[in-house]
């Protein structure tokens, strides 16, 4: 071999040990970096368990906000609980004014039912029609009732109330219901 391919031979060994030595250390010092304990600070709400599904029958306004649940729909979440008692089935949030069909998809993905409810009474002459709509009177079971008030005064049994609505709504609701 010519002295010349020996010089470009042993130089290019010595590039590339030199090379080689340069991507050690900087791997060495990436690891080194790596095993530092670092402290890592933050404020309460930033860790919290957005990702969790809330119990709509006990969550609180501050965790459905924390879970980007809006403070109209969560304000009418917990105002449709306390007038009824709670949610037996997410497409019962159907009930609540202004959420539709696309509504209820984004809010029934946040949402599930791990607390079972005891639905409460409801009094047919004294409840709003806001409240006779929570418990499933359609707008037209409501004008029906009401029209029956105006002409003939209280509801006094269920015998009246099944006439006005019709067995298939009174089998739903009846059961509810107090005079």
């Known amino acids: 071999m010519s002295e010349n391919k020996k010089f470009i031979l042993v130089t290019l060994m010595i590039l590339i040990i030199f090379a ?4 050690y250390r900087k791997i060495e010092d990436k690891s080194e970096k790596s095993k530092k304990n670092y402290v890592v600070k933050m404020e309460k709400h930033t860790y919290n368990q957005v990702d ?4 709509i029958n006990n969550a609180n306004l501050e965790e459905m906000l924390q879970n980007k649940v809006s403070m109209g729909y969560g304000k009418k979440i917990i105002e449709y609980r306390n007038v009824t008692g ?3 089935d997410l497409k019962e949030l159907m009930k609540i004014s202004g959420i539709g069909k696309k509504t209820y998809e ?3 993905s946040k949402f599930q039912i791990t607390t079972v409810v005891q ?23 409501i004008k029906k009732i ?9 509801i006094f049994d269920n015998i009246a109330l099944l006439g006005i609505v019709g067995e298939k709504v009174y089998e739903e609701i009846g059961s509810y219901i107090k005079y």
């Not at 080689?20 to 991507?23: H, L, Y």
């Not at 639905?119 to 079971?141: C, P, V």
């Open 20 to 23: 080689g030595e340069k991507i």
């Open 52 to 55: 969790e599904l809330l119990d």
């Open 86 to 88: 709670g949610f037996k």
């Open 106 to 108: 984004k809010l029934s």
């Open 119 to 141: 639905k409460k009474s409801i009094n047919i002459n004294s409840a709003t029609d806001t409240e006779l709509y929570y418990y499933g009177f359609s707008k037209g079971d």
């Open 146 to 154: 009401r029209a029956y008030q105006r002409d003939r005064g209280r």
